[in-house]
């Protein structure tokens, strides 16, 4: 039995009983994706979706919780749902998928995370949360960059210094697409990389670095604004 009365002590007991009837997707379990997961699931969800297509790479032993020297190869998903069974009670789902426009979600999910890398996907997902009602909250850029300052909650009108968040503007405005989408963001300007490589694509030629100092913040800001919102739900109801 996991001990959460640390997490009781700040919330209430009500509040804990509430989050543990909560179901969550979480969409990308790369860096910030894994520490969102694990923040919730260490503060009592109920129910957790992992959703991913990648496998666990040695690029990702810097910044990704779940990822071992041992377990190099293997899904995502299943990488990061071995590791949350450990230090929680939460119910972990997996699906080993990639997210396009035909990609079918459930509408009894209270919430959906999206830290997507991928911007045709980000969008398709955010669309189809908007589409079914659910609240979804989306991760824009956090690499290339080293300190964890200005973690920002907004909507993708108001970013800036954001490479990602520039490039999703652009697709969102040429599909003329009107609802608001919120996210979160880091609003410091984005260092150029200190490594050249041989390749046919930009991000190839030109690899992102990325710091667990600021994927850690971020995931666990979401994570923050994500468990607040579902344990005031129910108050609001009565």
């Not at 997490?7 to 969409?27: A, D, H, N, P, R």
């Not at 108001?158 to 999703?168: G, I, M, S, V, Y």
């Not at 503007?169 to 880091?186: A, F, G, P, Q």
């Not at 030109?206 to 666990?220: A, C, R």
Request: proline share 3%; net charge positive; with cysteine.
């Amino acid at each position: 039995m996991v001990d959460l009365s640390r997490i009781e002590y700040l919330v209430g007991k009500k509040s804990l009983q509430t989050i543990g009837k909560k179901k969550v997707m979480l969409c990308g379990c790369g860096g910030v994706g894994s520490f969102v997961a694990e923040a919730l699931c260490r503060s009592g969800l109920g129910e957790m979706t992992l959703v991913d297509f990648d496998k666990v790479e040695p690029s990702n032993l810097n910044r990704q919780l779940m990822s071992e020297k041992n377990n190099i190869g293997i899904s995502k998903t299943q990488a990061l749902k071995e590791r949350l069974v450990k230090v929680s009670e939460t119910k972990v789902n997996t699906i080993d998928s990639f997210i396009d426009e035909n990609f079918e979600i459930s509408d009894d999910y209270d919430y959906v995370i999206d830290c997507i890398d991928v911007l045709a996907s980000k969008y398709a997902l955010v669309r189809k949360c908007h589409e079914k009602k659910i609240p979804v909250l989306s991760s824009l850029g956090s690499a290339r960059r080293l300190k964890p300052e200005k973690i920002t909650l907004t909507t993708l009108d108001k970013t800036r210094n954001d490479p990602l968040a520039k490039a999703f503007r652009s697709l969102v405005k040429k599909d003329n697409y009107r609802h608001k989408i919120e996210v979160v963001y880091t609003d410091t300007p984005a260092i150029r990389t200190h490594v050249v490589k041989e390749g046919k694509t930009h991000k190839e030629k030109y690899p992102l670095g990325s710091s667990i100092f600021v994927v850690g913040s971020v995931g666990l800001y979401i994570a923050s604004i994500v468990f607040e919102r579902l344990i005031k739900e129910e108050e609001n109801e009565i």
